[in-house]
């Protein structure tokens, strides 16, 4: 464990080095759904090969994410970062350099793996780098450049794809990521959990990627026709996957539990997800809110941006910047909804954020041919972003808050995961149910239905967000725990794609989840 001070020339390169690696993640999450229309008319992809543009790095994300996490631990936190950004650099010149839709595809999912290794290890170097009275102020300054990133993503995006091309947007993290590992390899010390031993749950983790593939596979293709082998095998294969996780996980638990944790000369793997944290109704109740409210939000940023140039006629510059109001809402209040929470509980903020958010859904759905940014796109996005800034910073504080503290970890890793998963399965399902399938995105009639039908859903299920929030989330789970435990962990930002992992818990000796955070305003978390 090091003391590295926030003020000293080392620490100012630490931070730079988190903060880019992080933003490079978070820039290519944000600004390809701003290429997206330019992408598909040059590859000549359908709509399900958007949707697998977008679902093959978050696949791949979601289901290694908490196995990257304890990699960092076990082999180096800096070594593993490292290795997460040449592989995120090298899979974004594959996905500049594809050919075809499958090609991108196969190459996001690269992305995605690359970005399970380095996200988790961001904030995991800060927490055990930084003297520890300078860790606060180090978290909010990576959140809030982090912020800053968010908000310039878009607009970088839009200006890259309308200067020179969609491919640039892959071929700008290949500079970012070298000035990181150039920072990375000079600056930033080497660190580890002494405690972390045993196997790591590599099992565990293909079968909940073969799961979330076989699911999301399904949901994408089976709405656009007759359900053939391929769709019906696909949907088999997920269930079964699905099914055999859960049941490895258990036995796992169990097998640790019971002081089974080695048998014969074999060590029984920590559980990459450890069932008995949902043993606390809390900690289940915020999560199905999460699942909810993250897969609404999933569509809408997936969909926003195609709809604002295919139906509105935006310039890719244009579109992009148009949720900017989202980011800047969130920087500005997510604190403050935090600090409200901790006053009164969670109860209220959330339950009146999520109705407030699915308003906002209902307004960005009447946004079609011929708007206007200021009377119609500026008034949908701002009570949109209002809502979310009431709605996020407590649901972190208030998972966090749910569980006992030695368990920290692990709950903000699930409820990332929780994140990420909802995102996936709702892009994959929903907007095939809205007849966006084939080429629409080429039809603007036909896009602009879809979009609109889309948007009602994802509002429905916002506000089937809130009706969960008033049944069951209770405000002495925040007003009861220490103050140590209950601070939301969002001093200047909380994410929008998702929500952080926990950066102020040391790694609990073993286990299989990611270290800190991986938040990210806009569209992804880092």
């Not at 690359?114 to 180090?138: E, M, N």
């Not at 009146?352 to 119609?376: E, I, N, Q």
Request: net charge positive.
């Amino acid at each position: 464990m090091s003391d590295i001070r926030l003020g000293t020339a080392q620490g100012r390169w630490l931070l730079l080095a988190t903060v880019l690696g992080s933003s490079v993640a978070l820039l290519d999450s944000t600004v390809v759904n701003v290429a997206l229309p330019r992408l598909a008319r040059e590859l000549d992809a359908s709509m399900s090969g958007l949707q697998w543009t977008v679902n093959a790095y978050t696949l791949t994300l979601a289901g290694f994410i908490l196995l990257g996490g304890s990699l960092g631990d076990r082999y180096g936190r800096r070594r593993v970062f490292l290795i997460g950004v040449v592989w995120f650099a090298v899979a974004s010149a594959l996905c500049a350099a594809a050919q075809d839709v499958v090609m991108l595809v196969a190459a996001r999912a690269l992305q995605g793996a690359g970005g399970a290794l380095l996200t988790p290890g961001a904030l995991a170097i800060i927490q055990a780098s930084f003297a520890p009275d300078d860790r606060p102020r180090a978290v909010g300054a990576w959140s809030g450049l982090g912020g800053v990133a968010g908000a310039v993503g878009p607009f970088v995006g839009g200006w890259l794809v309308e200067a020179a091309g969609w491919r640039w947007v892959f071929l700008l993290n290949l500079p970012l990521a070298a000035v990181v590992v150039l920072v990375t390899v000079r600056h930033v010390p080497e660190s580890a959990d002494p405690g972390a031993h045993g196997r790591f749950d590599v099992l565990g983790a293909a079968l909940a990627a073969l799961a979330l593939a076989g699911v999301t596979y399904t949901l994408t293709e089976a709405p656009g026709g007759a359900v053939g082998p391929v769709v019906a095998t696909a949907a088999v294969v997920g269930v079964l996957a699905a099914a055999g996780f859960l049941l490895l996980e258990r036995s796992r638990g169990r097998a640790r539990r019971g002081g089974g944790g080695r048998r014969g000369r074999r060590e029984v793997p920590q559980p990459m997800l450890p069932l008995e944290v949902f043993g606390s109704r809390q900690f289940s109740a915020v999560n199905a809110v999460t699942f909810v409210m993250y897969g609404g939000m999933g569509v809408m940023f997936f969909l926003f941006v195609v709809n604002l140039q295919v139906v509105s006629g935006f310039t890719p510059i244009a579109a992009g910047t148009a949720l900017l109001p989202v980011t800047v809402l969130m920087l500005l209040l997510s604190s403050r909804a935090g600090a409200l929470a901790q006053r009164i509980g969670p109860r209220l903020p959330m339950t009146v954020g999520l109705v407030v958010a699915a308003v906002g859904m209902l307004l960005v759905g009447r946004v079609g041919a011929h708007a206007s940014y200021v009377r119609d796109v500026l008034p949908a996005v701002a009570v949109f972003g209002l809502g979310l800034s009431a709605v996020v910073a407590p649901l972190t504080a208030t998972v966090l808050a749910t569980v006992d503290s030695r368990h920290a970890g692990v709950a903000s890793g699930v409820n990332n995961a929780v994140a990420r998963t909802a995102g996936l399965l709702a892009v994959a399902a929903i907007p095939p149910l809205a007849g966006l399938t084939g080429a629409a995105y080429d039809d603007p009639a036909v896009f602009s239905g879809g979009f609109a039908a889309s948007m009602r859903v994802c509002a429905v299920m916002l506000l089937a967000g809130a009706v969960l929030t008033a049944l069951t989330v209770r405000d002495d789970v925040l007003r009861a725990a220490p103050d140590h435990e209950r601070e939301p962990r969002c001093k200047s930002h909380c994410a929008v794609g998702a929500p952080p992992l926990e950066p102020d818990h040391e790694p609990e000796s073993g286990r299989q989840a990611a270290p800190p955070p991986d938040a990210a305003p806009g569209t992804t978390p880092r």
